[in-house]
Each structure stands twice: as structure tokens, then as C-alpha cells.
């Protein structure tokens, strides 16, 4: 059969050597709601992809998938068709017979120029049709991209919103004796494969989180003895110092345009109050006045607000005000202590760490307080981060002598642990890649 894979749109140059020739399918008539309250996995088939490349990029695919919960692979064994063509209309009624509702086909292959050539096929099987194709480029360096990629737009074709595996994440690697922990600035892809290590572990690191423009961090080190805030090019390895301050530094994060650094900063009097720095004049803006302490400030994300922790009324609670510091409002009233606030990429929920009858607990809640909604509870967790399409967050939990990486979804349901080779702790996930 002639494949119906026809090119309309050629993508500029992915990062890295990546790049894509999308198809434009028919409007598709399969779709998962995942607004409902509980949202039952859709079984989805997804053979081995012809090629020699094509039974890991498959099963990264899948992994993928399944990992987000809102899918459920079906087991190989039970497939009745064989795909030899992953070009060819397969037999729909094979797929309906194991309850298939969705199918995946493809094929990797290699270019005269040694570039990798993936290319995959989605099939609505009770609607007997192709709903979506795309083909890629990258070099053997991408393989793992490419499946990201192609999970994403699979993701984002079957639910209506977009996907967040080809995203990266940035922690602490923590490794050696309790009391003498080694921490060392790590990033990863979000299933916690390819990881590299971004600082050699003879200072203290603390706090990254990424720019918008997905390649550039900051966090703090405490080389010289005292806390400082430095930028970090992944890339090239290239870093600058944000400023020397006096006192202690905490928490800082990108404004949305990335143009800013906004942190908590410790004076003598023993006040934390919440900074922005322009990155441009390395000018300061003081944003809070109080006598108690504000910190871990995070914009939202068109950059007109900013939450924020603060014990001014006596514990730590949460707390809303524009980005030039007016209207200081707290939005959290529940019982226990909440901090680590971080507003979604969306701008509609805000995710907090909360501690309340010996439990800590990881939560969200909308931008002006209500609709609190506990996700996760357990014995020392915190720093909870948002995946780029507001859908899942990543934090770390003590356990059996160490902090790991775990991440939930808004349902609270679909809890996983992220594989890192040591202890992990106070991860912040990327946007998208490009």
C-alpha cells in the first residue's frame, strides 16, 4: 500500500540536530477526557517498530505511556496481527478483539548520511482510521528524543493537551556517608535516563531551577564558604555569579521572560525578605517588607503575581502579590504548615508542600486558596515541581536513609518513583525541548 504519510509542514532545526517532517491527519475521533474526575486508562497497542532501532524506541514509547497513567499498553503476547508493513491499514478487527482502542505502527530506519529516520502511525481502531503520522530526523545521540517526541504527540492527540516527556530535570545527586553528604547539580531526562552531572561535588549545591529558555539554570553554591546564586549555561558548562549579598540567599527562581531572578534573602536583623533582581542591570527591587520571614517566591506564569511563603501570621502559610510586591494576600487557611509553593505552567493551580499532624503532604490548590486537594502524604517529602503541561508533579521523599525522586498526578492515583542511581532531592523540571 502507498504510504499516506505526506509531509505538509517542515519544522525549523530541533535542538541538537533534531528535525521533523509533520503530517497534518484528519480530525480524530478517538479522545481521552482526562478532565474527569476518574480517568480509566485507554488500552493502546503498540507493536515493536520494524528496524533495528525500532524495538527501543517502542518500548521507550511505551514506558512513556503507561508511566502517565492515563494509558494502558496491552500485553505483545496477546497481539493477533503481526505488522510486517507499518505503512499498511492494519486489520481493525484483530485490534478490536483484544479491546485495543487506540494502535501505534512505525518504523526506524538509517539515511545515507548516518542520521536515524523514525517515523509512526496512529490509528483510531474502532473508527477505522489513521489519526495522526509524523516522521523524524535526529542522530544516534537523539534516539531517545525521538521516542519522547513521538509519545508526546501521541499524548497530545489522544487527550487535547500537550505531552511532557521530552522534558529534562535538574537535582541534587546526593551520595557518601549521612553526615557527610556529597551533593552534586545533576540533570536528567524526566524517566531519569541520561544523566549528567553538572557540578564535581566539592561545594554544596542547592535550589536549581531552570530558565525559560530550557537551557540555562541557576541555583546556589556554597564554595566560598557563603551562599551565592549563580547562572549555569548546560550546554557549555559557562557560569556566571548572579551577586555577591550579604546574609543568606534562598530559593531563587526565572521570572517567566527570563530577564529576572526573584529570591528571599536573609539580613542581619534576621528578616528573610523576598528580592528581583534584573539580570540585565543587576539592579535590586526589595518586594516585601516584614518582619517575619518570606521566601520561596515563584511567578506565575504571564509574570504579573507571585506566590510566596510567609510566617507573618505566625506559622507559615501561602501568599499572593503583584510581581512589584503590592497586595501581599495569603490564600492558605488550613491547619499545618505550608511552604515550597510553585504555580503551574498553566497558571490555574498552585502546588505546596504542607505538614500538619506529624504528616507532610504534597498538595494543590487554586491560585486564590480554595479547592485545596492533597495528592500525596508521607514521612519527609517536599519540593514539589510541575511537569511543563500542568498535569504532573515531581518531589523527593525520604526513604530508607535518603531522599528519591517521585512524582503524581493531579488525581493522586498514579504515583511513581523516578530511578536515580543515588539519592536524589529538590528537582525542577524544564519546559518542553525544542
Known amino acids: 500500500m502507498k504510504s499516506i504519510l505526506k509531509p505538509l509542514l517542515m519544522v525549523a532545526?530541533?535542538?541538537m540536530g533534531m528535525n521533523a517532517v509533520v503530517t497534518l491527519p484528519a480530525r480524530a475521533t478517538l479522545e481521552l477526557n482526562v478532565n474527569k474526575g476518574?480517568?480509566?486508562?485507554?488500552?493502546?497497542?503498540?507493536?515493536?517498530?520494524?528496524?533495528?532501532?525500532?524495538?527501543?524506541?517502542?518500548?521507550?514509547?511505551?514506558a512513556d505511556l503507561k508511566r502517565s497513567g492515563l494509558f494502558a499498553p496491552i500485553d505483545k503476547n496477546a497481539f493477533i496481527e503481526k505488522i510486517a508493513n507499518p505503512d499498511a491499514q492494519p486489520r481493525f478487527d484483530d485490534w478490536k478483539v483484544i479491546n485495543a482502542q487506540a494502535l501505534v505502527t512505525g518504523s526506524v530506519s538509517k539515511e545515507a548520511d548516518g542520521r536515524i529516520r523514525a517515523q509512526y502511525r496512529l490509528w483510531d481502531i474502532f473508527g477505522n482510521q489513521q489519526i495522526a503520522g509524523e516522521q523524524f530526523f535526529a542522530n544516534d545521540a537523539n534516539q531517545r528524543r525521538v521516542a519522547h517526541i513521538i509519545a508526546d504527540a501521541i499524548y497530545e492527540k489522544l487527550t487535547g493537551e500537550k505531552g511532557y516527556f521530552d522534558t529534562r530535570v535538574v537535582f541534587i545527586d546526593e551520595s557518601g556517608a549521612k553526615n557527610a553528604r556529597k551533593k552534586r547539580l545533576a540533570i536528567m531526562d524526566q524517566d531519569g535516563a541520561n544523566v549528567r552531572y553538572l557540578s564535581d561535588g566539592r561545594s554544596i549545591v542547592l535550589t536549581p531551577r531552570f530558565s525559560p529558555n530550557r537551557q540555562e539554570i541557576t541555583y546556589m553554591s556554597y564554595e566560598s564558604g557563603q551562599p551565592r546564586v549563580y547562572l549555569l549555561q548546560i550546554e557549555t558548562g559557562q557560569r556566571e555569579l548572579v551577586g555577591n549579598f550579604p546574609?543568606?540567599?534562598f530559593a531563587p527562581r526565572f521570572s517567566p521572560d527570563g530577564q529576572k531572578v526573584i529570591m528571599s534573602l536573609l539580613r542581619d536583623d534576621g528578616n528573610s525578605n523576598i528580592f528581583a533582581m534584573d539580570l540585565r542591570s543587576r539592579s535590586t527591587t526589595r518586594l516585601t517588607n516584614s518582619t517575619a520571614i518570606d521566601t520561596s517566591p515563584s511567578y506565575s506564569p504571564d509574570g504579573s503575581k507571585v506566590v510566596f511563603t510567609s510566617d507573618r501570621g505566625g506559622r507559615a502559610q501561602i501568599y499572593v502579590m503583584g510581581a512589584d510586591g503590592s497586595g501581599q494576600t495569603r490564600i492558605s487557611f488550613g491547619d499545618g504548615v505550608y511552604w515550597t509553593p510553585g504555580w503551574a505552567a498553566r497558571g490555574d493551580l498552585v502546588a505546596f508542600t504542607k505538614q500538619t499532624g506529624g504528616e507532610f503532604q504534597i498538595g494543590v490548590m487554586k491560585t486564590d486558596g480554595s479547592g485545596e486537594r492533597i495528592l500525596s502524604s508521607g514521612f519527609q517529602q517536599e519540593g514539589p515541581t510541575w511537569a511543563p503541561n500542568g498535569r504532573v508533579l515531581m518531589f523527593f521523599r525520604d526513604s530508607a536513609g535518603g531522599p528519591k525522586l517521585v512524582s503524581v498526578d493531579l488525581t493522586g492515583r498514579n504515583e511513581q518513583s523516578i530511578p536515580t542511581a543515588n539519592f536524589a532531592s529538590d528537582p525542577a523540571w524544564s519546559p518542553l525541548l525544542e
Open 247 to 249: 546574609g543568606m540567599t
Open 38 to 62: 476518574n480517568v480509566e486508562p485507554m488500552p493502546i497497542a503498540i507493536p515493536d517498530f520494524q528496524g533495528g532501532l525500532g524495538a527501543q524506541i517502542s518500548e521507550i514509547v511505551t
Open 13 to 15: 532545526a530541533m535542538a
